[in-house]
């Protein structure tokens, strides 16, 4: 499951409205899969393919990235 919304998240366009909300999910979907506590995301910066800064609605940042391996990790910052 993790690895097919890593794919969904490389999948959306940048700067559209939808995207960011699609992406703002996807994102916090991740980081809950992950056991981490966001509830909805509130930003969202790309770094690069699959790899991104999210921001959640109770302050918490966390890293979500696709390893080498082509695990997705969330970190928190």
């Known amino acids: ?26 994102l916090g979907a991740t980081i809950a899969l ?14 690069g393919d699959s790899d991104y800064l999210a921001t959640c609605e109770n302050g918490a940042r966390y890293h979500v990235f696709v390893d080498p391996n082509g695990r997705v990790v969330v970190q928190k910052l």
């Open 1 to 26: 499951m993790p690895r097919l919304l890593a794919l969904l998240l490389c999948l959306l366009p940048p700067g559209l409205a939808a995207a960011d909300d699609a992406l703002g999910k996807d």
């Open 34 to 47: 992950h056991g981490q506590p966001c509830g909805r995301v509130v930003s969202a910066t790309r770094n």
